[in-house]
């Protein structure tokens, strides 16, 4: 098997910065040398003086090639995997879909279908149930047979993933039985659904209405109501997607109860803002649930506290691309057609790179703990993936960390016609990427391969207090 050391970098993990060298023996890291030891003798030697040395992240929330309403996310497994590695992302967590009516293992066997073969990094799966009866529950034992251990439901798009408390409640009783983690999008659908029909009764039909709404109250009563069935239930919960302060004062409270509940927020909330969906039709590109949120209401804020001090674990993406054009545009006549997402997952380690290394937001070691290893640890990939480490895989990610770089659709991997990014500058240039020992990016090429990607059976949540 090959050998590498990578030389002269600063290796971060969530918990330390040091100088070391990281010496890799086919896919794992080997051994972490102290800097002045004498060189061993190796295949390859990556020279990474004056980069800072991370582990491959962690999108634990993406969405290749999904329905939604009459248009399927443009990503495939194929694209949207490239362009994650292209942002220093090694591993994707991904969701097959259980519509109402379908078989749950059904639908867990077409995702391995789409997704085995052709990835370009390792995956894995959380399971949408989107139909709650006697049926899926049985056949969630045979998913979580196949090492999917986080499962996720929906109190939003009512008809469509939507379930009632009740149905929420059995499914995390059936969670509890054997310690896996409930996920939830947390929006009150069926108040969301009065609106937006009051609103296209009122011809108010453009994009900003799809904003307006979805109040961040309507999201912090269903974090609330989730959280409280959790906990009754004695089964750990995730919120997905945290767009409003209410929801991240919910999981600050519920963890000051030492309740196990955790939650992510995605780059679009910390950087994007109501007013983008503000500017007529343009403004579809910005519609996603929940929605972008006003500034001036305190939520990008509370979102960035969240994160830098621990109230909130994750960042993902929630990677759901459409076209501007053919897709976006299917609503605009009619907010409510518009298919609801935004294209994220190669911009994701980039933006928090950037937020530490430019803007001060956080500690490169606080980023690295929400991009890589809480993800590992919340969905029991560690400390397999999510460190550098002695036996951890070696995903590795070298950063310039002097080099700006500007995003646009130019210039992008991810397959969509526009970029919610155009034109901002990041500090900090993505270099190499490993995954699994095998250089994947490398001199601004793509070396990695569509079948490179494993699958990757979870452990259980390796987070609860
Ligand atoms: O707008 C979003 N979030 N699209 C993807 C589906 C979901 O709810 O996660
Ligand atoms: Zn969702
Ligand atoms: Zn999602």
Redesign the pocket.
């Given at each position: 098997m090959a050998t590498t050391l990578i030389r002269g970098g600063t290796v971060v993990t969530a918990t330390e910065s040091t100088r070391a060298d990281v010496l890799i023996d086919g896919e794992k890291i080997v051994a972490l040398l102290a800097a002045e030891a004498p060189v061993p003798e190796v295949d390859r030697i990556i020279d990474a003086n004056g980069r800072l040395v991370l582990p491959g992240s962690i999108d634990a929330?993406t969405?290749m090639e999904i329905p939604?309403g009459a248009a399927t996310s443009k990503d495939t497994f194929e694209t949207g995997t490239r362009a994650a590695a292209w942002g220093g992302t090694t591993t994707i967590i991904d969701f097959p879909i259980q519509m109402k009516g379908d078989s749950l293992i059904g639908s867990f066997e077409e995702t391995m279908a789409k997704a085995a073969g052709h990835s370009a990094i390792d995956f894995g799966f959380h399971q949408i149930v989107g139909d709650v009866n006697e049926q899926s529950l049985a056949e969630l034992d045979l998913v979580l047979a196949e090492g999917v251990t986080s499962y996720k439901l929906?109190t939003?798009?009512p008809g469509v993933y939507y379930s009632t408390d009740g149905e929420v409640a059995k499914v995390m009783q059936w969670a509890a039985t054997n310690g896996s983690t409930i996920l939830m999008?947390a929006e009150n659908g069926a108040v969301i659904d009065l609106l937006r029909a009051q609103a296209v009764a009122r011809g108010d039909t453009a994009p900003l209405a799809h904003a307006l709404t979805r109040p961040a109250e309507l999201e912090g009563e269903a974090a609330h109501r989730v959280i409280l069935l959790a906990e009754m239930t004695g089964t750990p919960v995730y919120i997905?997607?945290i767009s409003a302060k209410q929801v991240v004062e919910e999981i600050a409270q519920a963890r000051h109860r030492v309740t196990n509940a955790f939650g992510e927020t995605c780059p679009q909330y910390l950087y994007l803002e109501l007013g983008m969906l503000d500017q007529g039709f343009e403004g579809a590109k910005f519609?996603?649930?929940p929605p972008l949120r006003d500034p001036a209401d305190g939520h990008q804020e509370a979102l960035w506290q969240g994160l830098a001090s621990g109230d909130l674990q994750v960042i993902a993406t929630?990677h759901?691309p459409f076209d501007f054009e053919g897709q976006k545009t299917l609503g605009r006549d009619d907010f409510t057609k518009i298919p609801?997402?935004?294209p994220v997952v190669e911009h994701r380690f980039p933006l928090m790179i950037h937020a530490a290394l430019a803007e001060e937001r956080m500690s490169l070691q606080r980023v690295v703990d929400i991009s890589c290893t809480a993800p590992a640890k919340l969905f029991g990939l560690y400390p397999q993936k999510g460190t550098i480490a002695v036996g951890s895989d070696a995903d590795i990610v070298i950063v310039d960390p002097h080099a700006k770089v500007v995003l646009s659709a130019e210039t992008h991997h991810m397959n969509v016609d526009y970029s919610c990014f155009e034109e901002m500058e990041l500090t900090g240039e993505i270099e190499t990427v490993l995954s699994r020992g095998r250089e994947i990016v490398a001199d601004r090429q793509f070396h990695g391969s569509r079948t490179h990607g494993r699958y990757l059976r979870r452990g259980l949540n390796q987070m609860l207090v």
């Open positions: 929330h969405h939604f929906f939003a798009y999008h997905v997607h519609v996603c649930s929630d759901c609801n997402g935004l």
